[in-house]
């Protein structure tokens, strides 16, 4: 699987993840207007899904200009980082529109100056490099700052805390329960192997 190439479809679901509107895409059923190619799609959640991007044309999916799709088209490195850029809230150039902070042609050289650069020189983009270049956005910060796009999706409720800390995206927050446990002996213990030898504290009355 990690060895297909991606296709445009996908591209798209998994922006759609990031945004947490995924679940809502996957149950849109109303495809009086849809995507003319939308019958290339042999499963009814994808045509959902492309039904729900046409009618959202503000999520950047706007198709091709004979009203096609093309969902089982080859996504690009282009078309990727342009996707993971706007999950971090960065705005795509559309039509003759100024409110933006980059264009089509110029993505990959965003991309790298936000730090997202391992797929950049991928000629055939597989679902291996599409997930290198997820794990490389999740931990990018995102346009407003002060926080990664994962910890972002955590509080946002999209993704769960746990999930995150056991894949490594989040670092687990160390905390540290202190008893008292004689008449002048403490006994400190942490939610995790620390190297004691870096600990150090400080008691004072009342308080450690």
Known sequence: YLAKETVRLQAAIIFLR????????????EWEDNFTD??????????NVLAYLKAN????WVGNPDGSFDPNGKASAQMIYKVLLEALG???KVGDSEDYDFDWAGTIEFAADK???????????TNDDLATALVEALKAEIK???????????????????KAIEEGLI???L???????????????????????????????GSV
Do not use: H
Not at 57 to 60: A, E, I, K, T, W
Not at 145 to 159: A, F, N, Q, S
């Open 18 to 29: 990031l945004l947490g509107k995924d679940q809502e895409a996957l149950a849109y059923d």
């Open 38 to 47: 939308a019958d290339q799609v042999n499963w009814a959640g994808g045509r």
């Open 57 to 60: 044309p503000d999520l950047g």
């Open 90 to 92: 960065y705005k795509a």
């Open 115 to 125: 730090g997202l650069t391992k797929i950049a020189d991928v000629e055939n983009v």
């Open 144 to 162: 407003e700052g002060g926080k990664t796009l994962i910890e972002k999706l955590v509080e946002d409720g999209i993704v769960d805390k746990a």
């Open 171 to 173: 670092a687990d927050e």
């Open 175 to 205: 905390k540290a329960t202190v008893a008292a446990t004689g008449a002048k002996k403490l006994t400190v213990t942490f939610n995790k192997a620390v190297d004691t030898s870096k600990v150090s504290f400080t008691v004072k009355r």
